[in-house]
T-cell receptor, first 111, second 115 residues
C-alpha cells in the first residue's frame, strides 16, 4: 500500500524563521503535491511536481518554495514564516489510477 | 474558471436515514471527479471516483456517487447513514493546467449523523 510520510505532525515556529516541511513517498510515483487546509477554505494547492526536474506553482505559492532533489522526497519551504501561514499542511502523491494519497499532515503554528 | 463547489458547510442526518452531500464542478474537458473523507485528527482518505463509464459509482464504506453531466454535479450518497460516517467530506476534480494537471478541491462539507 502507498505510504506518504511527513516529517512532523506538529510544529511551532517563530515569525521570520525559515521552515522546512518534508514529505516522502515510497511508491515511486512521479507526482507530488503540497496543500494547505484551512477551515472554510478547503484544500488549496501551493506547489506540485510531476518529476524531479519539474516544479509548478499552484494557486497560492506566495511565501513558499519547494525542493525535489530525489523522486521520493518533496520539501516545502517557508522562506520567512508569518502568522498567516499557520495552517495544516498536507502532502499527497497521485496513483496511476488518478486518485491522490495523502500524508497525515503537519499542523504548523507560527507565533 | 475551473472550480468545485460544495454548497453546504454542514449536513445533519439521523442515523439510518439516507444522506446526500452535494458537489458541483466546472472544468475544461472530461471531468475526473473524486470524493475524499477526513475523520477527526486523520489524513484525507479516498472514497470513490468517476473517470468514465457508468454514472453511478460505488466506493468504500457503502458510499456511492452519481455523475450528472448536464447538471455538472457529482453528489455523494449513502442509503443508510451511520454515526461513524460523521466526518468532513471533500469533493475534487482533476483539471488541466499549463500542459499538465492539478486537483481542485471544494471547501468541504461536515456531515453529522445523529443517533
Amino acid at each position: 500500500d502507498v505510504k506518504v510520510t511527513q516529517s512532523s505532525r506538529y510544529l511551532v515556529k517563530r515569525t521570520g524563521e525559515k521552515v522546512f516541511l518534508e514529505c516522502v513517498q515510497d511508491m515511486d510515483h512521479e507526482n507530488m503535491f503540497w496543500y494547505r487546509q484551512d477551515p472554510g477554505l478547503g484544500l488549496r494547492l501551493i506547489y506540485f511536481s510531476y518529476d524531479v526536474k519539474m516544479k509548478e506553482k499552484g494557486d497560492i505559492p506566495e511565501g513558499y518554495s519547494v525542493s525535489r532533489e530525489k523522486k521520493e522526497r518533496f520539501s516545502l519551504i517557508l522562506e520567512s514564516a508569518s502568522t498567516n501561514q499557520t495552517s495544516m499542511y498536507l502532502c499527497a502523491t497521485t496513483k496511476p489510477s488518478y486518485e491522490q494519497y495523502f500524508g497525515p499532515g503537519t499542523r504548523l503554528t507560527v507565533t | 474558471a475551473q472550480s468545485v463547489a460544495q454548497p453546504e458547510d454542514q449536513v445533519n442526518v439521523a442515523e439510518g436515514n439516507p444522506l446526500t452531500v452535494k458537489c458541483t464542478y466546472s472544468v475544461s474537458g472530461n471531468p475526473y471527479l473524486f470524493w475524499y473523507v477526513q475523520y477527526p485528527n486523520r489524513g484525507l482518505q479516498f472514497l470513490l471516483k468517476y473517470i468514465t463509464g457508468d454514472n453511478l459509482v460505488k466506493g468504500s464504506y457503502g458510499f456511492e456517487a452519481e455523475f450528472n453531466k448536464s447538471q455538472t454535479s457529482f453528489h455523494l450518497k449513502k442509503p443508510s447513514a451511520l454515526v461513524s460516517d460523521s466526518a468532513l467530506y471533500f469533493c475534487a476534480v482533476r483539471a488541466p493546467t499549463s500542459g499538465t494537471y492539478k486537483y481542485i478541491f471544494g471547501t468541504g462539507t461536515r456531515l453529522k449523523v445523529l443517533a
